[in-house]
T-cell receptor, first 114, second 113 residues
Framework: DTGVSQNPRHKITKRGQNVTFRCDPISEHNRLYWYRQTLGQGPEFLTYFQNEAQLEKSRLLSDRFSAERPKGSFSTLEIQRTEQGDSAMYLC????????????FGPGTRLTVT | DAKTTQPNSMESNEEEPVHLPCNHSTISGTDYIHWYRQLPSQGPEYVIHGLTSNVNNRMASLAIAEDRKSSTLILHRATLRDAAVYYCIPTAAGGTSYGKLTFGQGTILTVHP
């Protein structure tokens, strides 16, 4: 078990460009979560999946954001027409449906929009 | 979501116990109390959780008040590696928000050598 991995670790993009991040959860974890964290703040929930179904989306997630988990394994988070306010750390976490459902977080993808 | 109140920061010396308090007076009767911590430049890490009874694991102990309106995370012997932001998070045990974590500001713990 290698833990949750996220790619890329860092992304610098120009305003207006599209970016896509990938999250590989711990194998056999049914649930996958996306969070966003800005400097000095705690992470904010964006959305989560149970297997391939997206069950909840935060009001923070504008129409420019879309997330997928097509086969219930890895997930992608796409941001279209990036804005400077999108600059943040994007964190992915996964958990099992059984047991304490504690979440295991990846190292995050740091996005800088210039 | 239940509101939480934690001290902005706390300090400790290495090898000493640390008691990190959290008030969650609006917690639902079925919400679990989770604690996570975030070390510098890393994603959050699960520490411990409980419902009503006090809990112990290899990392810490969790003391839950009888009325469940507050809890205390106890690090028995702080090390430099325990320097992190600690988050107390009431978490729904079911329904659509099952498992979703709502982070507050947390407590920044500084450990002095």
């Amino acid at each position: 078990d290698t833990g949750v991995s996220q790619n890329p670790r860092h992304k610098i993009t120009k305003r207006g460009q599209n970016v896509t991040f990938r999250c590989d959860p711990i194998s056999e974890h049914n649930r996958l979560y996306w969070y966003r964290q800005t400097l000095g703040q705690g992470p904010e929930f964006l959305t989560y999946f149970q297997n391939e179904a997206q069950l909840e989306k935060s009001r923070l997630l504008s129409d420019r954001f879309s997330a997928e988990r097509p086969k219930g394994s890895f997930s992608t988070l796409e941001i279209q027409r990036t804005e400077q306010g999108d600059s943040a750390m994007y964190l992915c976490a996964s958990s099992s449906l059984s047991g304490s459902y504690e979440q295991y977080f990846g190292p995050g993808t740091r996005l800088t929009v210039t | 979501d239940a509101k939480t109140t934690q001290p902005n920061s706390m300090e400790s010396n290495e090898e000493e116990p640390v008691h990190l308090p959290c008030n969650h007076s609006t917690i639902s009767g079925t919400d679990y109390i989770h604690w996570y911590r975030q070390l510098p430049s890393q994603g959050p890490e699960y520490v411990i959780h409980g419902l009503t009874s006090n809990v112990n694991n290899r990392m810490a102990s969790l003391a839950i008040a009888e009325d469940r309106k507050s809890s205390t995370l106890i690090l028995h012997r702080a090390t430099l590696r325990d320097a992190a932001v600690y988050y107390c998070i009431p978490t729904a045990a079911g329904g659509t928000s099952y498992g979703k974590l709502t982070f507050g500001q947390g407590t920044i713990l500084t450990v002095h050598p």
